[in-house]
């Protein structure tokens, strides 16, 4: 039977399983282990070795090393959307890999802008080494436009559909310096895979809506139940009334464990961990999760 451990690992008995690092996340837990704002997760099943998101690339290297992930050793890497948190590390991971394949939405190539407090813009688009290297990949970069199996197991869901009249990008997003143009973030997608007992669910930054996006996968798998939601929920400034339209939802979709990490916000987490405290697990750079596959 599923149990969360103090370490916070799930811990089966199973002759197949997916293992899930936290590589880079907000905080961390663990001798040696690095905290930066990012995210980036270490993937395992059968032999197949998947980064999902990089991170900003400051701790990627140092913790992958810490908790014995050896990027040269991965088949390919995910990006979650083109924000620099998510995207900084793809030079590092590429450094000494020469074979995997990188999966990212056509939009992540955009430029990137958010609204600071005083009106000026900040760009937070794909690093320049991490756009000159994704351009020069050719044959190994795989666009993620629609759901695009990575392996056997792993599926990405390219562009999420924005169907919720609650959930919106989350922040002052924009596609020019002058933030004129708002950014849909279309490029935003999530991972997912199928395990013994429901679909479990990796989000980079959910700037689809964790709603949309969960709605989605549902769909996308026959109305398989959801095991997990692991991820950034980006709830930072949602209103009151967004938080609770969400956990509304949630509890509809009977999620089974809850994991919010990255941008999902101090308040947000809050209300998720009051609202569901026997399903709510706590996400640092270090943590573990492992789940039986079918």
Known sequence: MDHWAESNTISIQMTSSVRITVVVENTA???????EHG??????????????????????AN???RLGMRLQEADAVVLSHGHYDHSGGLPEALKTNGVASVYVHPAAFAHKYTRKTDGSARNIGLPDATETILRSLHSRLVFTERPTPV???????GSVPRLTDFEDTSGPFFLDHACTTPDPLKDDQAVFFDTLNGTVVLLGCAHSGIIN??????????????RAVIGG????????????????????????????????????TAALWNAFPTICVACHAGSTFEFELV
């Open 29 to 35: 837990q663990g001798a040696g282990i690095l905290a």
């Open 213 to 226: 996006t969960l709605r989605y996968i549902v769909e996308l798998t026959g109305n398989k139940p959801i």
């Open 39 to 60: 995210l980036a997760y270490w993937i395992e099943w059968d032999g197949h070795r998947v980064l999902f998101d990089t991170g900003q690339g400051n701790v990627l």
């Open 233 to 268: 929920m980006h709830l930072v400034s949602a209103s009151p009334e967004r938080i609770t339209r969400t956990i509304e939802e949630i509890r509809r979709m009977d999620v089974r464990s809850l994991v919010p990490c990255h941008c999902t916000g101090t308040a947000a």
């Open 63 to 65: 913790n992958a090393y």
């Open 151 to 157: 392996g056997d197991r792993l599926t990405v869901t």
